[in-house]
Protein backbone atom coordinates (compact mmCIF):
# COMPACT_ATOMS: atom_id res chain seq x y z
CA UNK A 1 0.00 0.00 0.00
CA UNK A 2 0.87 3.33 -0.97
CA UNK A 3 0.29 6.29 1.54
CA UNK A 4 -0.22 9.92 0.94
CA UNK A 5 -0.12 12.16 3.76
CA UNK A 6 -1.88 16.40 3.70
CA UNK A 7 -3.21 19.22 5.00
CA UNK A 8 -0.24 20.32 7.64
CA UNK A 9 0.22 24.21 7.57
CA UNK A 10 0.51 27.04 10.08
CA UNK A 11 -2.09 27.04 12.69
CA UNK A 12 -2.02 29.87 16.17
CA UNK A 13 -2.14 28.26 19.33
CA UNK A 14 -5.60 27.00 19.90
CA UNK A 15 -6.20 26.59 16.28
CA UNK A 16 -7.49 23.40 14.26
CA UNK A 17 -6.39 21.47 11.20
CA UNK A 18 -7.22 17.94 9.84
CA UNK A 19 -4.53 16.17 8.20
CA UNK A 20 -5.54 13.52 5.70
CA UNK A 21 -3.67 10.41 4.46
CA UNK A 22 -4.68 8.54 1.37
CA UNK A 23 -4.45 5.26 0.80
CA UNK A 24 -3.44 3.20 -2.45
CA UNK A 25 -4.70 -0.17 -3.69
CA UNK A 26 -7.63 -2.01 -2.73
CA UNK A 27 -7.17 -3.71 0.75
CA UNK A 28 -7.19 -0.49 2.88
CA UNK A 29 -9.90 -2.08 5.12
CA UNK A 30 -7.11 -5.02 6.13
CA UNK A 31 -4.63 -2.79 7.76
CA UNK A 32 -4.93 -0.73 11.13
CA UNK A 33 -3.84 2.56 10.48
CA UNK A 34 -1.61 5.00 12.84
CA UNK A 35 -0.52 8.92 12.85
CA UNK A 36 2.83 9.50 14.32
CA UNK A 37 4.80 12.89 14.73
CA UNK A 38 8.77 13.31 14.53
CA UNK A 39 9.32 17.01 16.25
CA UNK A 40 12.90 18.62 15.48
CA UNK A 41 15.64 16.92 17.08
CA UNK A 42 13.60 14.57 18.81
CA UNK A 43 12.61 10.71 17.90
CA UNK A 44 9.42 10.15 15.94
CA UNK A 45 6.58 9.13 18.60
CA UNK A 46 2.98 7.69 18.12
CA UNK A 47 0.42 10.00 17.97
CA UNK A 48 -2.86 7.81 17.33
CA UNK A 49 -4.14 4.83 15.91
CA UNK A 50 -6.83 3.00 14.56
CA UNK A 51 -8.42 -0.89 14.10
CA UNK A 52 -9.09 -1.44 10.55
CA UNK A 53 -12.71 -1.26 10.95
CA UNK A 54 -12.35 1.58 13.37
CA UNK A 55 -13.94 -0.27 16.00
CA UNK A 56 -10.90 0.71 18.35
CA UNK A 57 -9.05 3.65 18.32
CA UNK A 58 -5.67 5.09 20.65
CA UNK A 59 -4.29 7.92 21.56
CA UNK A 60 -0.50 9.22 22.63
CA UNK A 61 -1.27 10.76 26.79
CA UNK A 62 -0.15 13.98 24.94
CA UNK A 63 -2.77 14.22 22.27
CA UNK A 64 -5.77 12.76 23.79
CA UNK A 65 -8.89 14.75 24.23
CA UNK A 66 -7.76 16.65 21.71
CA UNK A 67 -7.12 14.82 18.47
CA UNK A 68 -9.44 12.19 16.92
CA UNK A 69 -8.06 9.73 14.30
CA UNK A 70 -10.86 8.68 11.96
CA UNK A 71 -10.88 6.35 8.72
CA UNK A 72 -13.45 6.20 5.74
CA UNK A 73 -12.54 3.01 4.12
CA UNK A 74 -14.97 3.87 1.09
CA UNK A 75 -12.26 6.56 0.58
CA UNK A 76 -9.16 4.92 1.33
CA UNK A 77 -8.35 7.49 3.80
CA UNK A 78 -7.37 8.13 7.30
CA UNK A 79 -7.87 11.29 8.79
CA UNK A 80 -6.35 13.19 11.94
CA UNK A 81 -8.28 16.06 13.13
CA UNK A 82 -6.33 18.07 15.61
CA UNK A 83 -7.82 20.65 18.05
CA UNK A 84 -6.56 23.23 20.83
CA UNK A 85 -2.85 22.81 18.86
CA UNK A 86 -0.08 24.06 21.14
CA UNK A 87 3.28 25.13 20.25
CA UNK A 88 4.52 21.54 20.91
CA UNK A 89 2.27 19.63 18.35
CA UNK A 90 4.69 21.47 16.16
CA UNK A 91 5.98 17.85 13.91
CA UNK A 92 6.36 16.77 10.62
CA UNK A 93 3.61 13.86 10.81
CA UNK A 94 3.18 10.58 9.25
CA UNK A 95 0.67 7.98 8.53
CA UNK A 96 1.44 4.51 8.34
CA UNK A 97 -0.27 0.88 7.87
CA UNK A 98 0.19 -2.07 9.83
CA UNK A 99 -1.12 -5.87 9.34
CA UNK A 100 -0.97 -6.81 13.17
CA UNK A 101 -3.97 -5.99 15.32
CA UNK A 102 -1.39 -5.23 17.81
CA UNK A 103 0.85 -2.75 19.39
CA UNK A 104 -0.62 0.24 17.58
CA UNK A 105 1.55 2.27 19.52
CA UNK A 106 4.88 1.05 18.17
CA UNK A 107 6.65 2.79 15.32
CA UNK A 108 8.19 -0.87 14.48
CA UNK A 109 5.00 -2.40 13.79
CA UNK A 110 4.03 -0.85 11.05
CA UNK A 111 5.41 -1.81 7.33
CA UNK A 112 4.14 1.13 5.52
CA UNK A 113 4.50 4.82 5.60
CA UNK A 114 3.67 8.02 4.05
CA UNK A 115 6.36 10.78 3.15
CA UNK A 116 4.88 13.48 6.10
CA UNK A 117 3.07 16.55 6.19
CA UNK A 118 4.39 19.11 7.99
CA UNK A 119 2.47 21.01 11.24
CA UNK A 120 3.39 24.11 12.84
CA UNK A 121 1.96 26.05 15.41
CA UNK A 122 3.01 29.28 16.22
CA UNK A 123 2.39 30.94 20.23
Known amino acids: VQLQASGGGLVQAGGSLRLSCAAS????????MGWFRQAPGKEREFAAGVSRMSSSTYYADSVKGRFTISRDNAKNTVYLQMNSLKPEDTAVYYC?????????????????WGQGTLVTVSS
Open 25 to 32: GRSFSTYG
Open 96 to 112: AAKTSPFRFSLADEYGY
